[in-house]
């Protein structure tokens, strides 16, 4: 683990003592839009700025079964797409070295591990982890108060440690599925009782389905709001059931959007990525 973690190079210095992107494997530097454009300030992740650029909001999923078809991805998207998810499906097959090699590249990481457990052994988690160097990372808020809590004072112990994230109710899950496992309110009710929770246990980062945005916007203090199930108009809904296109998440207060398989599996993954960032900057426009 130390080993891999030493290993993270994020910017080079020049001989003027400024902070320049390293080259992409390619040999091309990454783009210039891209550039100085950090979203993350290194000193204080729990807050994470209201960035305006469409580049900055979309977060591709990586949601492949080992870290050569992720990175195949990622060169495809060079110079268009600055964040990555990698997901639990990724890291358990590429482990610890995808987060670094991103990082070598410049890019910045969502790792999205959804992290449930005694609030002990989540606290450790969330510790190693941290020395990896990603940028977000994710905790289930029905994991409960304690073991949020953990999860932010293991955070607040390391250096540079990612923002934390709360999950709420998985875009996949309905009325009928909550049913099914004994929670007989809505989905929404539901999620806003967890982002309330992470809330007081210090997590304002939220991860949630389209159709809470809003009600988050409105009801928390100050969020900052991350939602997946992002399909634009035409696509497959796939296993989701609450989706939403990105100029409605952007419309309803989403902060980022998280993009798998419109991106991903499409013919031309770059040209698939370039509409929805043009329909992503469309949106915008109108809240600047």
């Known amino acids: 683990m130390a080993s891999e973690a030493s290993e993270i190079t994020v910017s080079e210095t020049n001989g003027a003592g400024q902070t320049t992107n390293p080259a992409t494997p390619s040999g091309r530097a990454v783009d210039q839009k891209l550039a100085g454009s950090s979203l993350v300030d290194p000193q204080h992740r729990d807050r994470l700025p209201p960035e305006r650029l469409a ?3 979309l977060i591709v999923a990586l949601d492949f079964a080992s870290g050569d078809e ?7 998207l060079d110079g268009s797409c600055r964040w990555f998810k990698v997901g639990l499906e990724l890291y358990l097959a590429a482990g610890n070295s995808i987060v670094v090699e991103l990082k070598r590249r410049g890019l910045s990481v969502f790792l999205d591990l959804k992290l449930h457990d005694i609030p002990n052994t989540v606290a450790g988690a969330v510790r190693s982890v941290a020395r990896l160097g990603a940028d977000l ?3 289930h808020a029905l994991g409960g108060p304690a073991m949020l809590a953990a999860a932010r004072e293991a955070a607040d112990s390391v250096p540079l440690s990612p923002s934390l994230l709360a999950v709420t109710i998985l875009t996949s899950m309905d009325q009928a599925q909550l049913a099914a496992v004994g929670i007989t309110s809505s989905p929404g009710s539901e999620a806003l009782l ?3 929770m992470a809330e007081s246990a210090g997590i304002s980062g939220v991860v949630c389905s389209p159709e809470e945005l809003r009600m988050m916007r409105d009801r928390l203090q100050s969020p900052t709001l991350i939602t997946p199930g992002i399909r634009p108009a035409g696509s497959s809904m796939g296993d989701q059931s609450r989706v939403a296109t990105p100029a409605s998440a952007i ?3 989403a902060d980022y959007l998280v993009v798998g398989r419109p991106i991903t599996r499409a013919a031309n993954p770059a040209q698939a990525a370039d509409s929805i960032l043009q329909e992503i900057e469309a949106a915008l426009q109108p809240r600047q």
Do not use: M, S
């Not at 992720?70 to 495809?76: H, I, K, N």
């Open 251 to 253: 419309a309803n207060g």
């Open 70 to 76: 992720a990175l195949a991805l990622v060169e495809q």
């Open 137 to 139: 990372l994710t905790v």
């Open 194 to 196: 967890l982002a309330q």
């Open 55 to 57: 580049v900055d909001r």
